[in-house]
């Protein structure tokens, strides 16, 4: 049976990946099932890319070639010219916040107004599965900024993102509807279908 190590010390993280893989008959566990403390895995690379496949490389050539699985998602605003982007989660600085961050994304927006707050999530996944060997999938949640934060659900810039064709933010969806449209779900349905091929 083949396992796949998810490259996240996030239990909750490697469960989403549990409930579409277990169809596959695809053993899924985590940096925590096999590190103690859970490593920290530099993210130097410049695009999601580049970000996921140095987790996946880290894990795979530190387990004798077991399947590894990395992610890297943010959020990119054309007018911030895709920025915050691989610095998502440390838009505000050293110690970030999702507070912090939300706080910034609002002041350097504070006088782009409208249809001109167009934004993305984006989610790029590597599943490494051999010495040169790598499956990749992507997934995109267009939509806009609003000017100040609204709901209790989510995470990170989730109150303040609200999808094309929805009138209300991830942060106030229900996690169904939010994970049926999310870049993450989009990616992880698309590399669901290569692996089931």
């Known amino acids: 049976m083949t396992e796949i190590i998810i490259a996240t010390g996030n239990p909750g993280k490697a469960k989403e990946f549990r409930k579409m893989f277990d169809d596959l008959g695809i053993i899924v566990t985590c940096l925590a099932d096999h590190w103690n403390p859970v490593p920290g895995i530099a993210e130097t690379g410049s695009t999601f890319y ?107 810039y989730d109150p303040l993102f609200i999808p094309d064709g929805f009138d209300k933010t991830f942060a106030q969806l229900g996690s169904a509807d939010k994970n049926s449209i999310s870049h993450r779900g989009r990616a992880l349905k698309n590399l669901y279908e290569q692996l089931a091929r």
């Open 50 to 156: 580049e970000n996921a496949k140095i987790k996946a490389d880290w894990v795979y050539e530190n387990t004798s070639g077991v399947w590894a699985l990395a992610d890297d998602s943010g959020l990119e605003v054309d007018a911030l010219s895709g920025a915050p982007g691989v610095f998502s989660a440390r838009y505000s600085g050293e110690g970030a916040t999702s507070a912090g961050n939300n706080e910034k994304l609002l002041y350097e927006l504070r006088d782009v107004h409208g249809e001109n707050r167009t934004a993305r999530f984006k989610c790029v996944l590597v599943l490494r599965t051999g010495i040169d060997t790598y499956i990749t999938a992507a997934g995109v949640c267009e939509g806009r900024i609003i000017d100040k934060p609204a709901g209790n659900n989510g995470f990170g």
